[in-house]
C-alpha cells in the first residue's frame, strides 16, 4: 500500500517574564547568604578536568512561529561550533569534550519548524543535530549550563516588563508609591544580578508533537470522536480533545494510522469501533481504546492514500485522501529500494572516475568507464548505501549504466542509448535476413484455430514480417513458416496454453415444498306449514315463493292430516330435498362437502322445521424435488434441460386464416459457466429456472405457466454447498356468505351464513455444490 504523509504542527505561544533583580533579595531588607556561592566556587576547579555531560533537553515555542531550544549540561557548556544546511534543513552544533547522558539518541519534537534532535557521541566529542521543516535564520547563546538555540526569532528580542505583584517589587518599593517614570523606564536590573535560583519559565509545550505538555497527575477525559465525509470524498477523523495542549502522537503501523493520546481517559462511551466503509472514503473503521493512562486511536484502511493531521484549538482532526491515478504513478516512479551495504564518502573536487574505482573496490564488481566520463565531483555522504551512492554520482553527471552479471559499463546517458539503438537495428536486419523455417506444432487440449488467432492478432503478431501460420484442422496442428528466434516463442506460448482444462461437476437440488389447509361452514334449513283456511281458501307458509306442502292434506295438532281428506292421509315431510333448493329459507351449504347434518325439527302447531349443517376440510402437503447434475470445463457454459411442451393453437394468419398449433416449453432448465481460481475455489455464473404448468386454471385446454427462476454470480469453495436463494409465498384467504341483516344477528346469525378459510403455503430452495473432478469425471 503507498501512503503520503503531511503533518502541519500547531504551536501556542506565551509571553516571556523579565524579573526584577529585587525578587533575589529577602523581602525583609536582609542581606543573602553567600556560604552556598562560596563552596561552589571553591569545587568549581575541581571539576573543571571531568567531561561534562549532557544531560537534558527542552524546548519551547514563542510568539511569531519561534521555537527555542535548550540544552542541558551537567557543567559550563563548552565553546561549541556549528553549521547548517539548506537541503536537507539541519542545524549541527559541535561540542568538544562533551558525553550523552540522554535516554535515547532521537528526541522528537514537532514544535514549528523544529522535527527532531539527534544526539551522536564519538569519542570524548558529540554532535547534536536538529532536524527542521524549512531552513530558518537561528542564533546561539549560552545562559548558566545551558546552550539556547532559537529558531525563527525576530531581529531584536522585545523583551516586555511585567509586574509581578509584590514579589516583584524593590524593597521598600509599593505599587501605590511607584512613580510614572520608574514605570516609563523599567529600571530593569541586568542580567547578571539575577538570583540563579530564580526559575526559567518554559513554554506549555513540551518532549512530544501536537503540544505535549508536563506530566500531569490529573487526567481529563477525551470529550469524543467522530467521522465525516467530505465534498471530494476525503475522510475526516475527528477527535475532541480535553484541552489545546492535550499530546497527541500520529504514527503508521502496516496499513492503518495511529493516533495516540497521552495522559487522557477514554469514557466508556467512546469504547467503540465505527465501520465507516459505507462512507466511500479511504477510510473503512475508526477503533478507540485504552493503552495504560493513554488512548490510541487506530484508523483502519483500505487502498492508496494521503493523510494530513492538524489541530485547531481542541479539535484534532486526520484526514484521508484517495490518491489520483497520476499520483500513483509518480510514487511508484519515485519509490527506488536501495539494499546495498552502506559506506560514507567525503571529498572535494574528486574526479568522477576515482569514485567509480572506490565504488568498484568497495562492492567488488568489474567496472567498466567510458572514456568519454570525465568531469570531477564533489560530495559527502554519510552511512548511505552503495548503490544509492553510484546512483547519486551518475545522475549528477548524466551518466548511466548497464550490468551484466557482475561487470557494470558506466558511459553517458547519450552514448548508451545510441549504442542500444545500433544493437537493436543491428537484430532488426539480421533477422530481415535470417532464413525462414517451417515446422509442425501438434495441438493436444486447444483449438488450433484458436492459438492461430492469437499468435496473428492484431497488435499481439508474434510472426516477423515474412512469417505465416496455416491450420490443419483434421489434425489439431499448426504450420508455422518464420525465423527461428520466432518459431521459439510461437513453441514456448503454445506449450504454456496447450494445456488440459480442469474439469467441474455441478450438482444441484431445485426443492418446491406446497403446504395448503382449507375448512368450509355452511347452513341450510327451511320452514313449512298450513296458516289454516280463511273461508274457502287454504293459507300455507314456506322458505320460498312457492311452497312444497302437497294441498292433498292438512296438518293438525293430532297428526298429519289431509285439508280435505281423511284424518290420518300422510304429508310429505321433507323440506330439504337432495335436488330442490328453491323450497328453503336459507341455503348456504359448503361448496363441495365432505359431510352434511340433517335434523328434521318436527311439527310445531301446523308448521315443520328442517336443518342441515354441512362442513369440509382438507389439508394437504407436497414436496417436489429436481436433481439436475452437469459437468461442464473450466470457463464453458453448460445447459441442462428437463421438462414438457405444452401445445396451444394460434391463428395462421394469411389470407387463408385458420389455426395452427404451437408448443410452449415449461421446463427445469440449468445455465452453469464455472471458473477455478488458483486456489481451487470456484466463480460460478448461474441460471435457473422452473417452470410449472397449472391445470387448475386452463383456458380452452391451455393452462397458464408458473415460472420462478434465479440468475446469480457466487463464489464457493471445491465440494462446498450454497443456497443460491429462497422464495416462499404465502396465500391466505377469508370467505363470507350471508343473509342481508339476518347474518348479523350475534349467535343467530350463524344459521344465516357460511365461511370458508384458505391457507397455501409454497417454498422453492435451490441448493448447488460444485466439485472440481481431478483424475477422470466421478461417477453416479
Known sequence: MTRRKTEIHSTHGFERRRFRGAASACLDGSRPVLRPFLLFGLL??????????????????LPGNAVEVDLIFSGTPPTATDFATDNPARIAIDLPDVTTDLTSKEVPIGIGVAQSLNAIQAGSRTRVVLNLADAVPYKL??????????????????????????????????????????AATGDLIPPAEVAPEMPRQIGALRTSRFGREAASNRRAALKNIDFRRGADGAGRVLISLPSAS????????????????????????????????????????????????????????????????????????????????????????????????????????????????????????????????????????????????LDIVLKTKGLSMRQTGNVVMVAPTQEIAAQEKLELESIQQIEELAPLRSEFIQVNYAKAGDLASLIKSEG???????GAVTVDQRTNTLLVQDTGNKLEEIRALVLRLDIPVRQVLVESRVVIADNNFSRDLGVRFGVSGSMGNIGSNELMISGSQQGNIDDSGTLDMGGFMGIYGAPDSPVNSTIITENDAAGLMVSLPAGTPSGAVNFLLGKVGSHLLQLELSAMQTEGRGEIVSAPRVVTSDGHQATIKLGKEIPYQQEAGGLGGGTTVAFKEALLKLDVTPQ???????????????????????RNGVPPIDTRSVETSVLVNNGETVVLGGVFEGDKTFSREQVPWLGDIPVLGNLFKTTGRREINSELLIFVTPKILKGGLAGG
Open 246 to 389: 492535550t499530546p497527541v502522537n500520529v504514527r503508521e503501523q502496516g496499513d492503518s494510522v495511529v493516533v495516540d493520546i497521552g495522559n487522557t481517559q477514554l469514557p466508556q462511551r467512546l469504547f467503540r469501533r465505527l465501520d465507516v466503509v459505507d462512507f466511500a472514503t479511504p477510510v473503512v473503521a475508526v477503533e478507540s481504546r485504552a493503552e495504560g493512562e493513554d488512548i490510541q486511536v487506530k484508523i483502519d484502511t483500505t487502498e492508496d492514500y494521503d493523510y494530513l493531521a492538524y489541530q485547531s484549538d481542541n479539535l484534532f482532526t486526520v484526514e484521508f485522501r484517495a490518491l489520483t491515478p497520476a499520483e500513483k504513478e509518480q510514487l511508484e516512479r519515485d519509490k527506488v529500494v536501495y539494499d546495498g551495504d552502506r559506506l560514507s564518502l567525503n571529498f572535494q573536487d574528486i574526479e568522477v572516475r576515482a569514485v567509480l574505482q572506490l565504488l568498484a573496490d568497495f562492492t567488488g564488481l568489474n567496472l567498466v568507464a567510458s572514456d568519454t566520463v570525465r568531469g570531477n565531483i564533489t560530495l559527502r555522504l554519510q552511512n548511505v548505501p552503495w548503490d544509492q551512492a
Open 676 to 698: 477455478i481460481t488458483p486456489d481451487d475455489r470456484i466463480i460460478m455464473d448461474l441460471v435457473v429456472n422452473k417452470d410449472n404448468p397449472d391445470y387448475t386454471r386452463e
Open 44 to 61: 568549581l576547579p575541581l571539576a573543571a578536568g571531568a567531561a561534562t555531560l549532557l544531560e537534558d533537553v527542552e524546548f519551547s515555542s
Open 141 to 182: 547563546r549560552t545562559d548558566g549550563n545551558r546552550i539556547i538555540v532559537g529558531l525563527n526569532m525576530p531581529a531584536a528580542d522585545v523583551v516586555t516588563e511585567v509586574d509581578l505583584a509584590d514579589e516583584d517589587l524593590r524593597p521598600g518599593d509599593s505599587p501605590a508609591g511607584e512613580t510614572a517614570d520608574t
Open 460 to 466: 499481439n503478431n508474434l510472426l516477423s514480417e515474412r
